[in-house]
Structures are given as C-alpha cells and as structure tokens.
C-alpha cells in the first residue's frame, strides 16, 4: 500500500555532499519552473486523497525554500494526513526549528556524518559544522516528536566515527540512522569501497556496546530496522539500501520540485502533475493521475533494467 509521499520542494543547496551533488552542474531550475505553495499544497492533499497518509519534505535542501514554515502550516492542515516530516541538512535549524514545529511538523531527520569539523567540511564542503550542531540543539529544544540522525557511514571517510555517532542515542532522545552508502550518481560512484554494510556496522556497535535490542518500527513503516542500545534514551536504526531488498514491503512515492512522479527512486517520473495543476484540473482530477502512477510502481525495483543514474539532490533521497 503506498501511504508515503517523499516531496522534493527545490533542487538547490547550501552543501555539497561528495555523495550526492552531481559532478556536472547543470544549473537550477527557473523560479517559474517550481510548484510554488499553494500547487504544493493542491498536489499533496490529491496525493492524501490517494491514500498518503505521510509527507515527508526533502531537497536539496528543503530549508531553502521561501517562507517553508507557511508551507508547512498548509500541508499540515490537509485533512487525513498523520504526519508531516522532514529531511534537512540542519543548517538553517537554529532560526527555523521552532518555527517549523509551530506550523505543525512532526518529525525531523537531520543528515550528519561526522562530530568532526574537519571531516565534516570533507564530506560537505561547508564550514557550518557549528551551525549544524546548534541546529540540531534546536531540533531537541523544539518539542517535534521525533528528532533523527541520518548517517552515511564511507570507509576511509568517516569509519573511525562509528561509536561515537551510535553513542549519541544513549544520552539523547535521539535515533541515530546509518543508511547504507548507495553510489547512485557520477559523483558518488567514485567513491570506490567506500560501502560499509549494515552488517559490519552493527558488529562494530556490538563490539563496542553489547548487543542491541530490537526496538520497534516507524509509525508509517519504513526501511528501518530500529534497535537499542542498553539504558540508551535513544535508538539505532539501519536503512540497508544497498545490501538488503527492501523493494517488495516498499510503501513511498516520490514527487519532485517541478511535479513529476516517480513510483520508485529508480525508476524514470513517469507521471507529472504541473501541467494539471496550472490548468486547473480539479482535485479528482489531481487523483485519478496520481492512482495510475501508483499502479505503475510494481513494475520498477532497485534492480531493474531501467535502473541506473539518479539524482539524489533533485528527486530527494
Ligand atoms: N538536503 C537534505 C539532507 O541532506 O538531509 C535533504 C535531501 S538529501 C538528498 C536526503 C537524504 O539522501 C540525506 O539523508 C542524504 O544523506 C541521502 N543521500 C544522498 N545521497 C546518498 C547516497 N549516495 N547514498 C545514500 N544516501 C544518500
Ligand atoms: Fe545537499 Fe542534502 Fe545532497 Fe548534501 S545530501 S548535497 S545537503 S541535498
């Protein structure tokens, strides 16, 4: 059943992470090229007419988007959505977390690989390794109900930070994510053996911690297997994109900045909305497309022919 809905609101960003900008910069889309706030909104209450019952909003980096506590507050108010997410680099959180969780969002995700300032700028290119820290205090102080960290872990990269990124779930109320590396695009692909397997981090946390409990599933499914540490305030979760086959319990669909559709992160958009929307289709129309983009989504897996280079910082993650 698809219920999730991944919705990309720019393809800008203030980072750029070795593992995601793309190597050729093909410069941004126009401003009349994006759904603007209220398209969003008309878009994603025909999705929840479909069936979603969670958003979760993504980028680039979906801080960047003007005025996104207002959009937050229109999505928030759509009826029948259970939850509103999002996936950020953290570094507009210290202005914006507070602000963002008064307008309704739920959960927030903040991608951070290394406590290490050096190696942080590494992986990102940006100096705001303080920024991010102070973004993610904020995360905590702001009340959302859940606040996590998504980890990529990359040999050679940031593997001697492991434990200490997994320790941050004993003292925090915090769940720490490592998600598999997935060399998707040009830019990642060169990142050669840079893959470390959900199998060897969890050896790596259970040498250093004991073993780890099982700890439940998301609210709206998910990929993550989730576990804790012991006296842990927090959990660890592993998202295992790469190692695992996850494809056939997949319940997300993705839509983009511009309004396309993908039924699977890798398949092609096989459906797009701007059109209808700036024609004036009504919301039953908006619905009767959406379903026949998720009837497509059983033909595409992360193995199938048409799988290949994608996009992470446009299509979002
Ligand atoms: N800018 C925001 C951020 O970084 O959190 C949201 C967009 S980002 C594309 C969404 C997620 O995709 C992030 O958690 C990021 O770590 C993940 N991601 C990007 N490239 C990846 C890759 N090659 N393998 C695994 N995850 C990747
Ligand atoms: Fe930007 Fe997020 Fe991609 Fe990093 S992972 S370059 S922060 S979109």
Redesign the pocket.
Known sequence: MINYLRLSLTDR?N?N?I??TPLEKSGHLSHQELLRHEELARAAAAFVRAGVRKIRL?????LLKKNIAGLARMLKAIPGLKELAL????VLLPELARPLRAAGVDAV???L?SLKKDVFKKITGSNSFDKVQAGLRAALRAGFKSVKL?V?IMRGINDGEIEDLARLSLKHPLDVRF???????KR?SRLKGALFTTAELKARIEAAFGKLRPAGGGRIGGPACNFKLKGAKGRIGFIS?CSDDFCGDCNRIRMDCVGRIYPCLFSPPTHALRDLLRGGASEAGLVRHIKKAFLVKSKYRKDSPTAGHIE??S???
């Open positions: 960003c980072f992470c593992y995601c993504t980028g680039g980096e979906p996936t950020t680099n953290g995700n903040i991608s690989n998504n990529i998600i598999e590396f997935f060399p998707v695009n990642s994109g992470m910082s299509i979002g993650g």
